[in-house]
């Protein structure tokens, strides 16, 4: 079936530091969505893109518009109130069925 | 814009009963539901995908049988796990789409089987 590889696993980041996260697709994907889940459980949706980037404040994702066989997610100047766990879900084409990466664990320290 | 809610936020079943969980769907209509299940330290599995006019689709490892669900307009979807068991625990989300767009996401139903 359709897999997301989601890396790293896991990241600590100091304060005010840059990072990145990604997503690979074994398959061409339609879309892609990012979360984030707080420590409630709930999933927070940060980006849905379909193609090219989107940016939000310190927050900027895109989505592979080639080949759409990839995503990342773009962390600017961590803050301490990033840390969570992050999650990319993508959609094959035409099937509206989400899978989601395994997650990636952000630790921001001070 | 854009609201799912789920409820109960959180549920203690004994093992071997059932429990049903909702999903609402507000300011939109919610032309697909997916249900996914985290158990701890997981990620999010599909469990079945619902559209309307279309036969609810089950992934594998995950049936109608054990997991029923009811979809029977476009703001409402319910599941029910039956007969739960320690494996059962974990988080559901439910996740209502317009079709053709993103997802919007409860915040859960937590179950605990004891």
């Known amino acids: 079936g359709d897999q997301v590889e989601q890396s790293p696993s896991a990241l600590s980041l100091h304060e005010g530091t840059d990072s990145a996260l990604r997503c690979n697709f074994t398959?061409?994907?339609?879309?892609v969505q990012w979360f984030r889940q707080n420590s409630r459980g709930s999933l927070i949706s940060l980006f849905y893109?379909?193609?090219?980037t989107k940016e939000n404040g310190r927050l900027k994702s895109a989505f592979d518009s080639k080949e759409r066989r990839y995503s990342t997610l773009h962390i600017r100047d961590a803050q301490l109130e990033d840390s969570g766990t992050y999650f990319c879900?993508?959609?094959?084409?035409?099937?509206?069925?989400?899978?989601f990466g395994a997650g990636t664990r952000l630790k921001v320290i001070a | 814009g854009a609201l799912v809610y789920q409820y109960p936020r959180r549920t203690i079943c004994k093992s071997g009963t059932s429990m049903r969980m909702e999903c609402q769907a507000v300011?939109?209509?919610?032309?697909?539901v997916a249900w996914y299940r985290q158990s701890p330290q997981k990620t999010f599995e599909l469990i079945a995908l619902?559209?309307?006019?279309?036969?609810?689709?089950?992934e594998q490892n995950f049936t109608q049988e054990k997991f029923p669900i009811s979809h029977p307009n476009l703001s409402f979807s319910s599941m029910t796990v039956l007969n739960a068991y320690l494996e059962d625990r974990g988080l559901y989300l439910c996740g209502a789409s317009r079709g053709n767009s993103d997802y919007t996401f409860g915040s859960g139903t937590r179950l605990l089987v004891i």
């Open positions: 879900a993508a959609e094959s084409t035409g099937n509206y069925k989400y899978v």
């Open positions: 398959t061409t994907m339609r879309s």
């Open positions: 619902s559209t309307v006019n279309s036969a609810i689709k089950y």
């Open positions: 893109l379909a193609s090219g």
């Open positions: 300011g939109f209509q919610a032309t697909s």
